[in-house]
């Protein structure tokens, strides 16, 4: 499986952007999709995850502005109301059915004061 992501870029605080995540190869055995983020100088940190059902849950810091959706073989990150504390570097991350792990390149998001 390889996932490439998108969306990343500089935006005010404030505004909004939707970060993309595209898998590739055997797509059909991931279950479950996460986005995850790192800032400088701080440890990575979930933000988000969505089940094969669909199922879909938030760490409390995006709760209410940022929503995950995934369809056929992208998984989207809408984010709202973005704060400079959400300033990180986004990575995708896909779990097959064994339990194996793919991550993608990464996308930097900015968000100015």
């Known amino acids: 499986v390889q996932l490439v992501e998108s969306g990343g870029g500089l935006v005010q605080a404030g505004g909004s952007l939707r970060l993309s995540c595209a898998a590739s190869?055997?797509?059909?055995?991931?279950?479950?999709m996460r986005w995850y983020r790192q800032a400088p100088g701080k440890q990575r940190e979930l933000v988000a995850v969505?089940?094969?059902?669909?199922n879909t849950n938030y760490a409390d810091s995006v709760k209410g502005r940022f929503t995950i959706s995934r369809d056929k073989n992208t998984v989207y990150l809408q984010m709202n109301s973005l704060k400079p504390e959400d300033t990180a570097v986004y990575s995708c991350?896909?779990?097959?059915?064994?339990?194996?792990?793919?991550w993608g390149q990464g996308t930097q998001v900015t968000v100015s004061s």
């Open positions: 991350n896909a779990v097959n059915a064994v339990g194996s792990q793919f």
């Open positions: 190869g055997n797509i059909f055995s991931i279950n479950t």
């Open positions: 969505v089940t094969s059902g669909r």
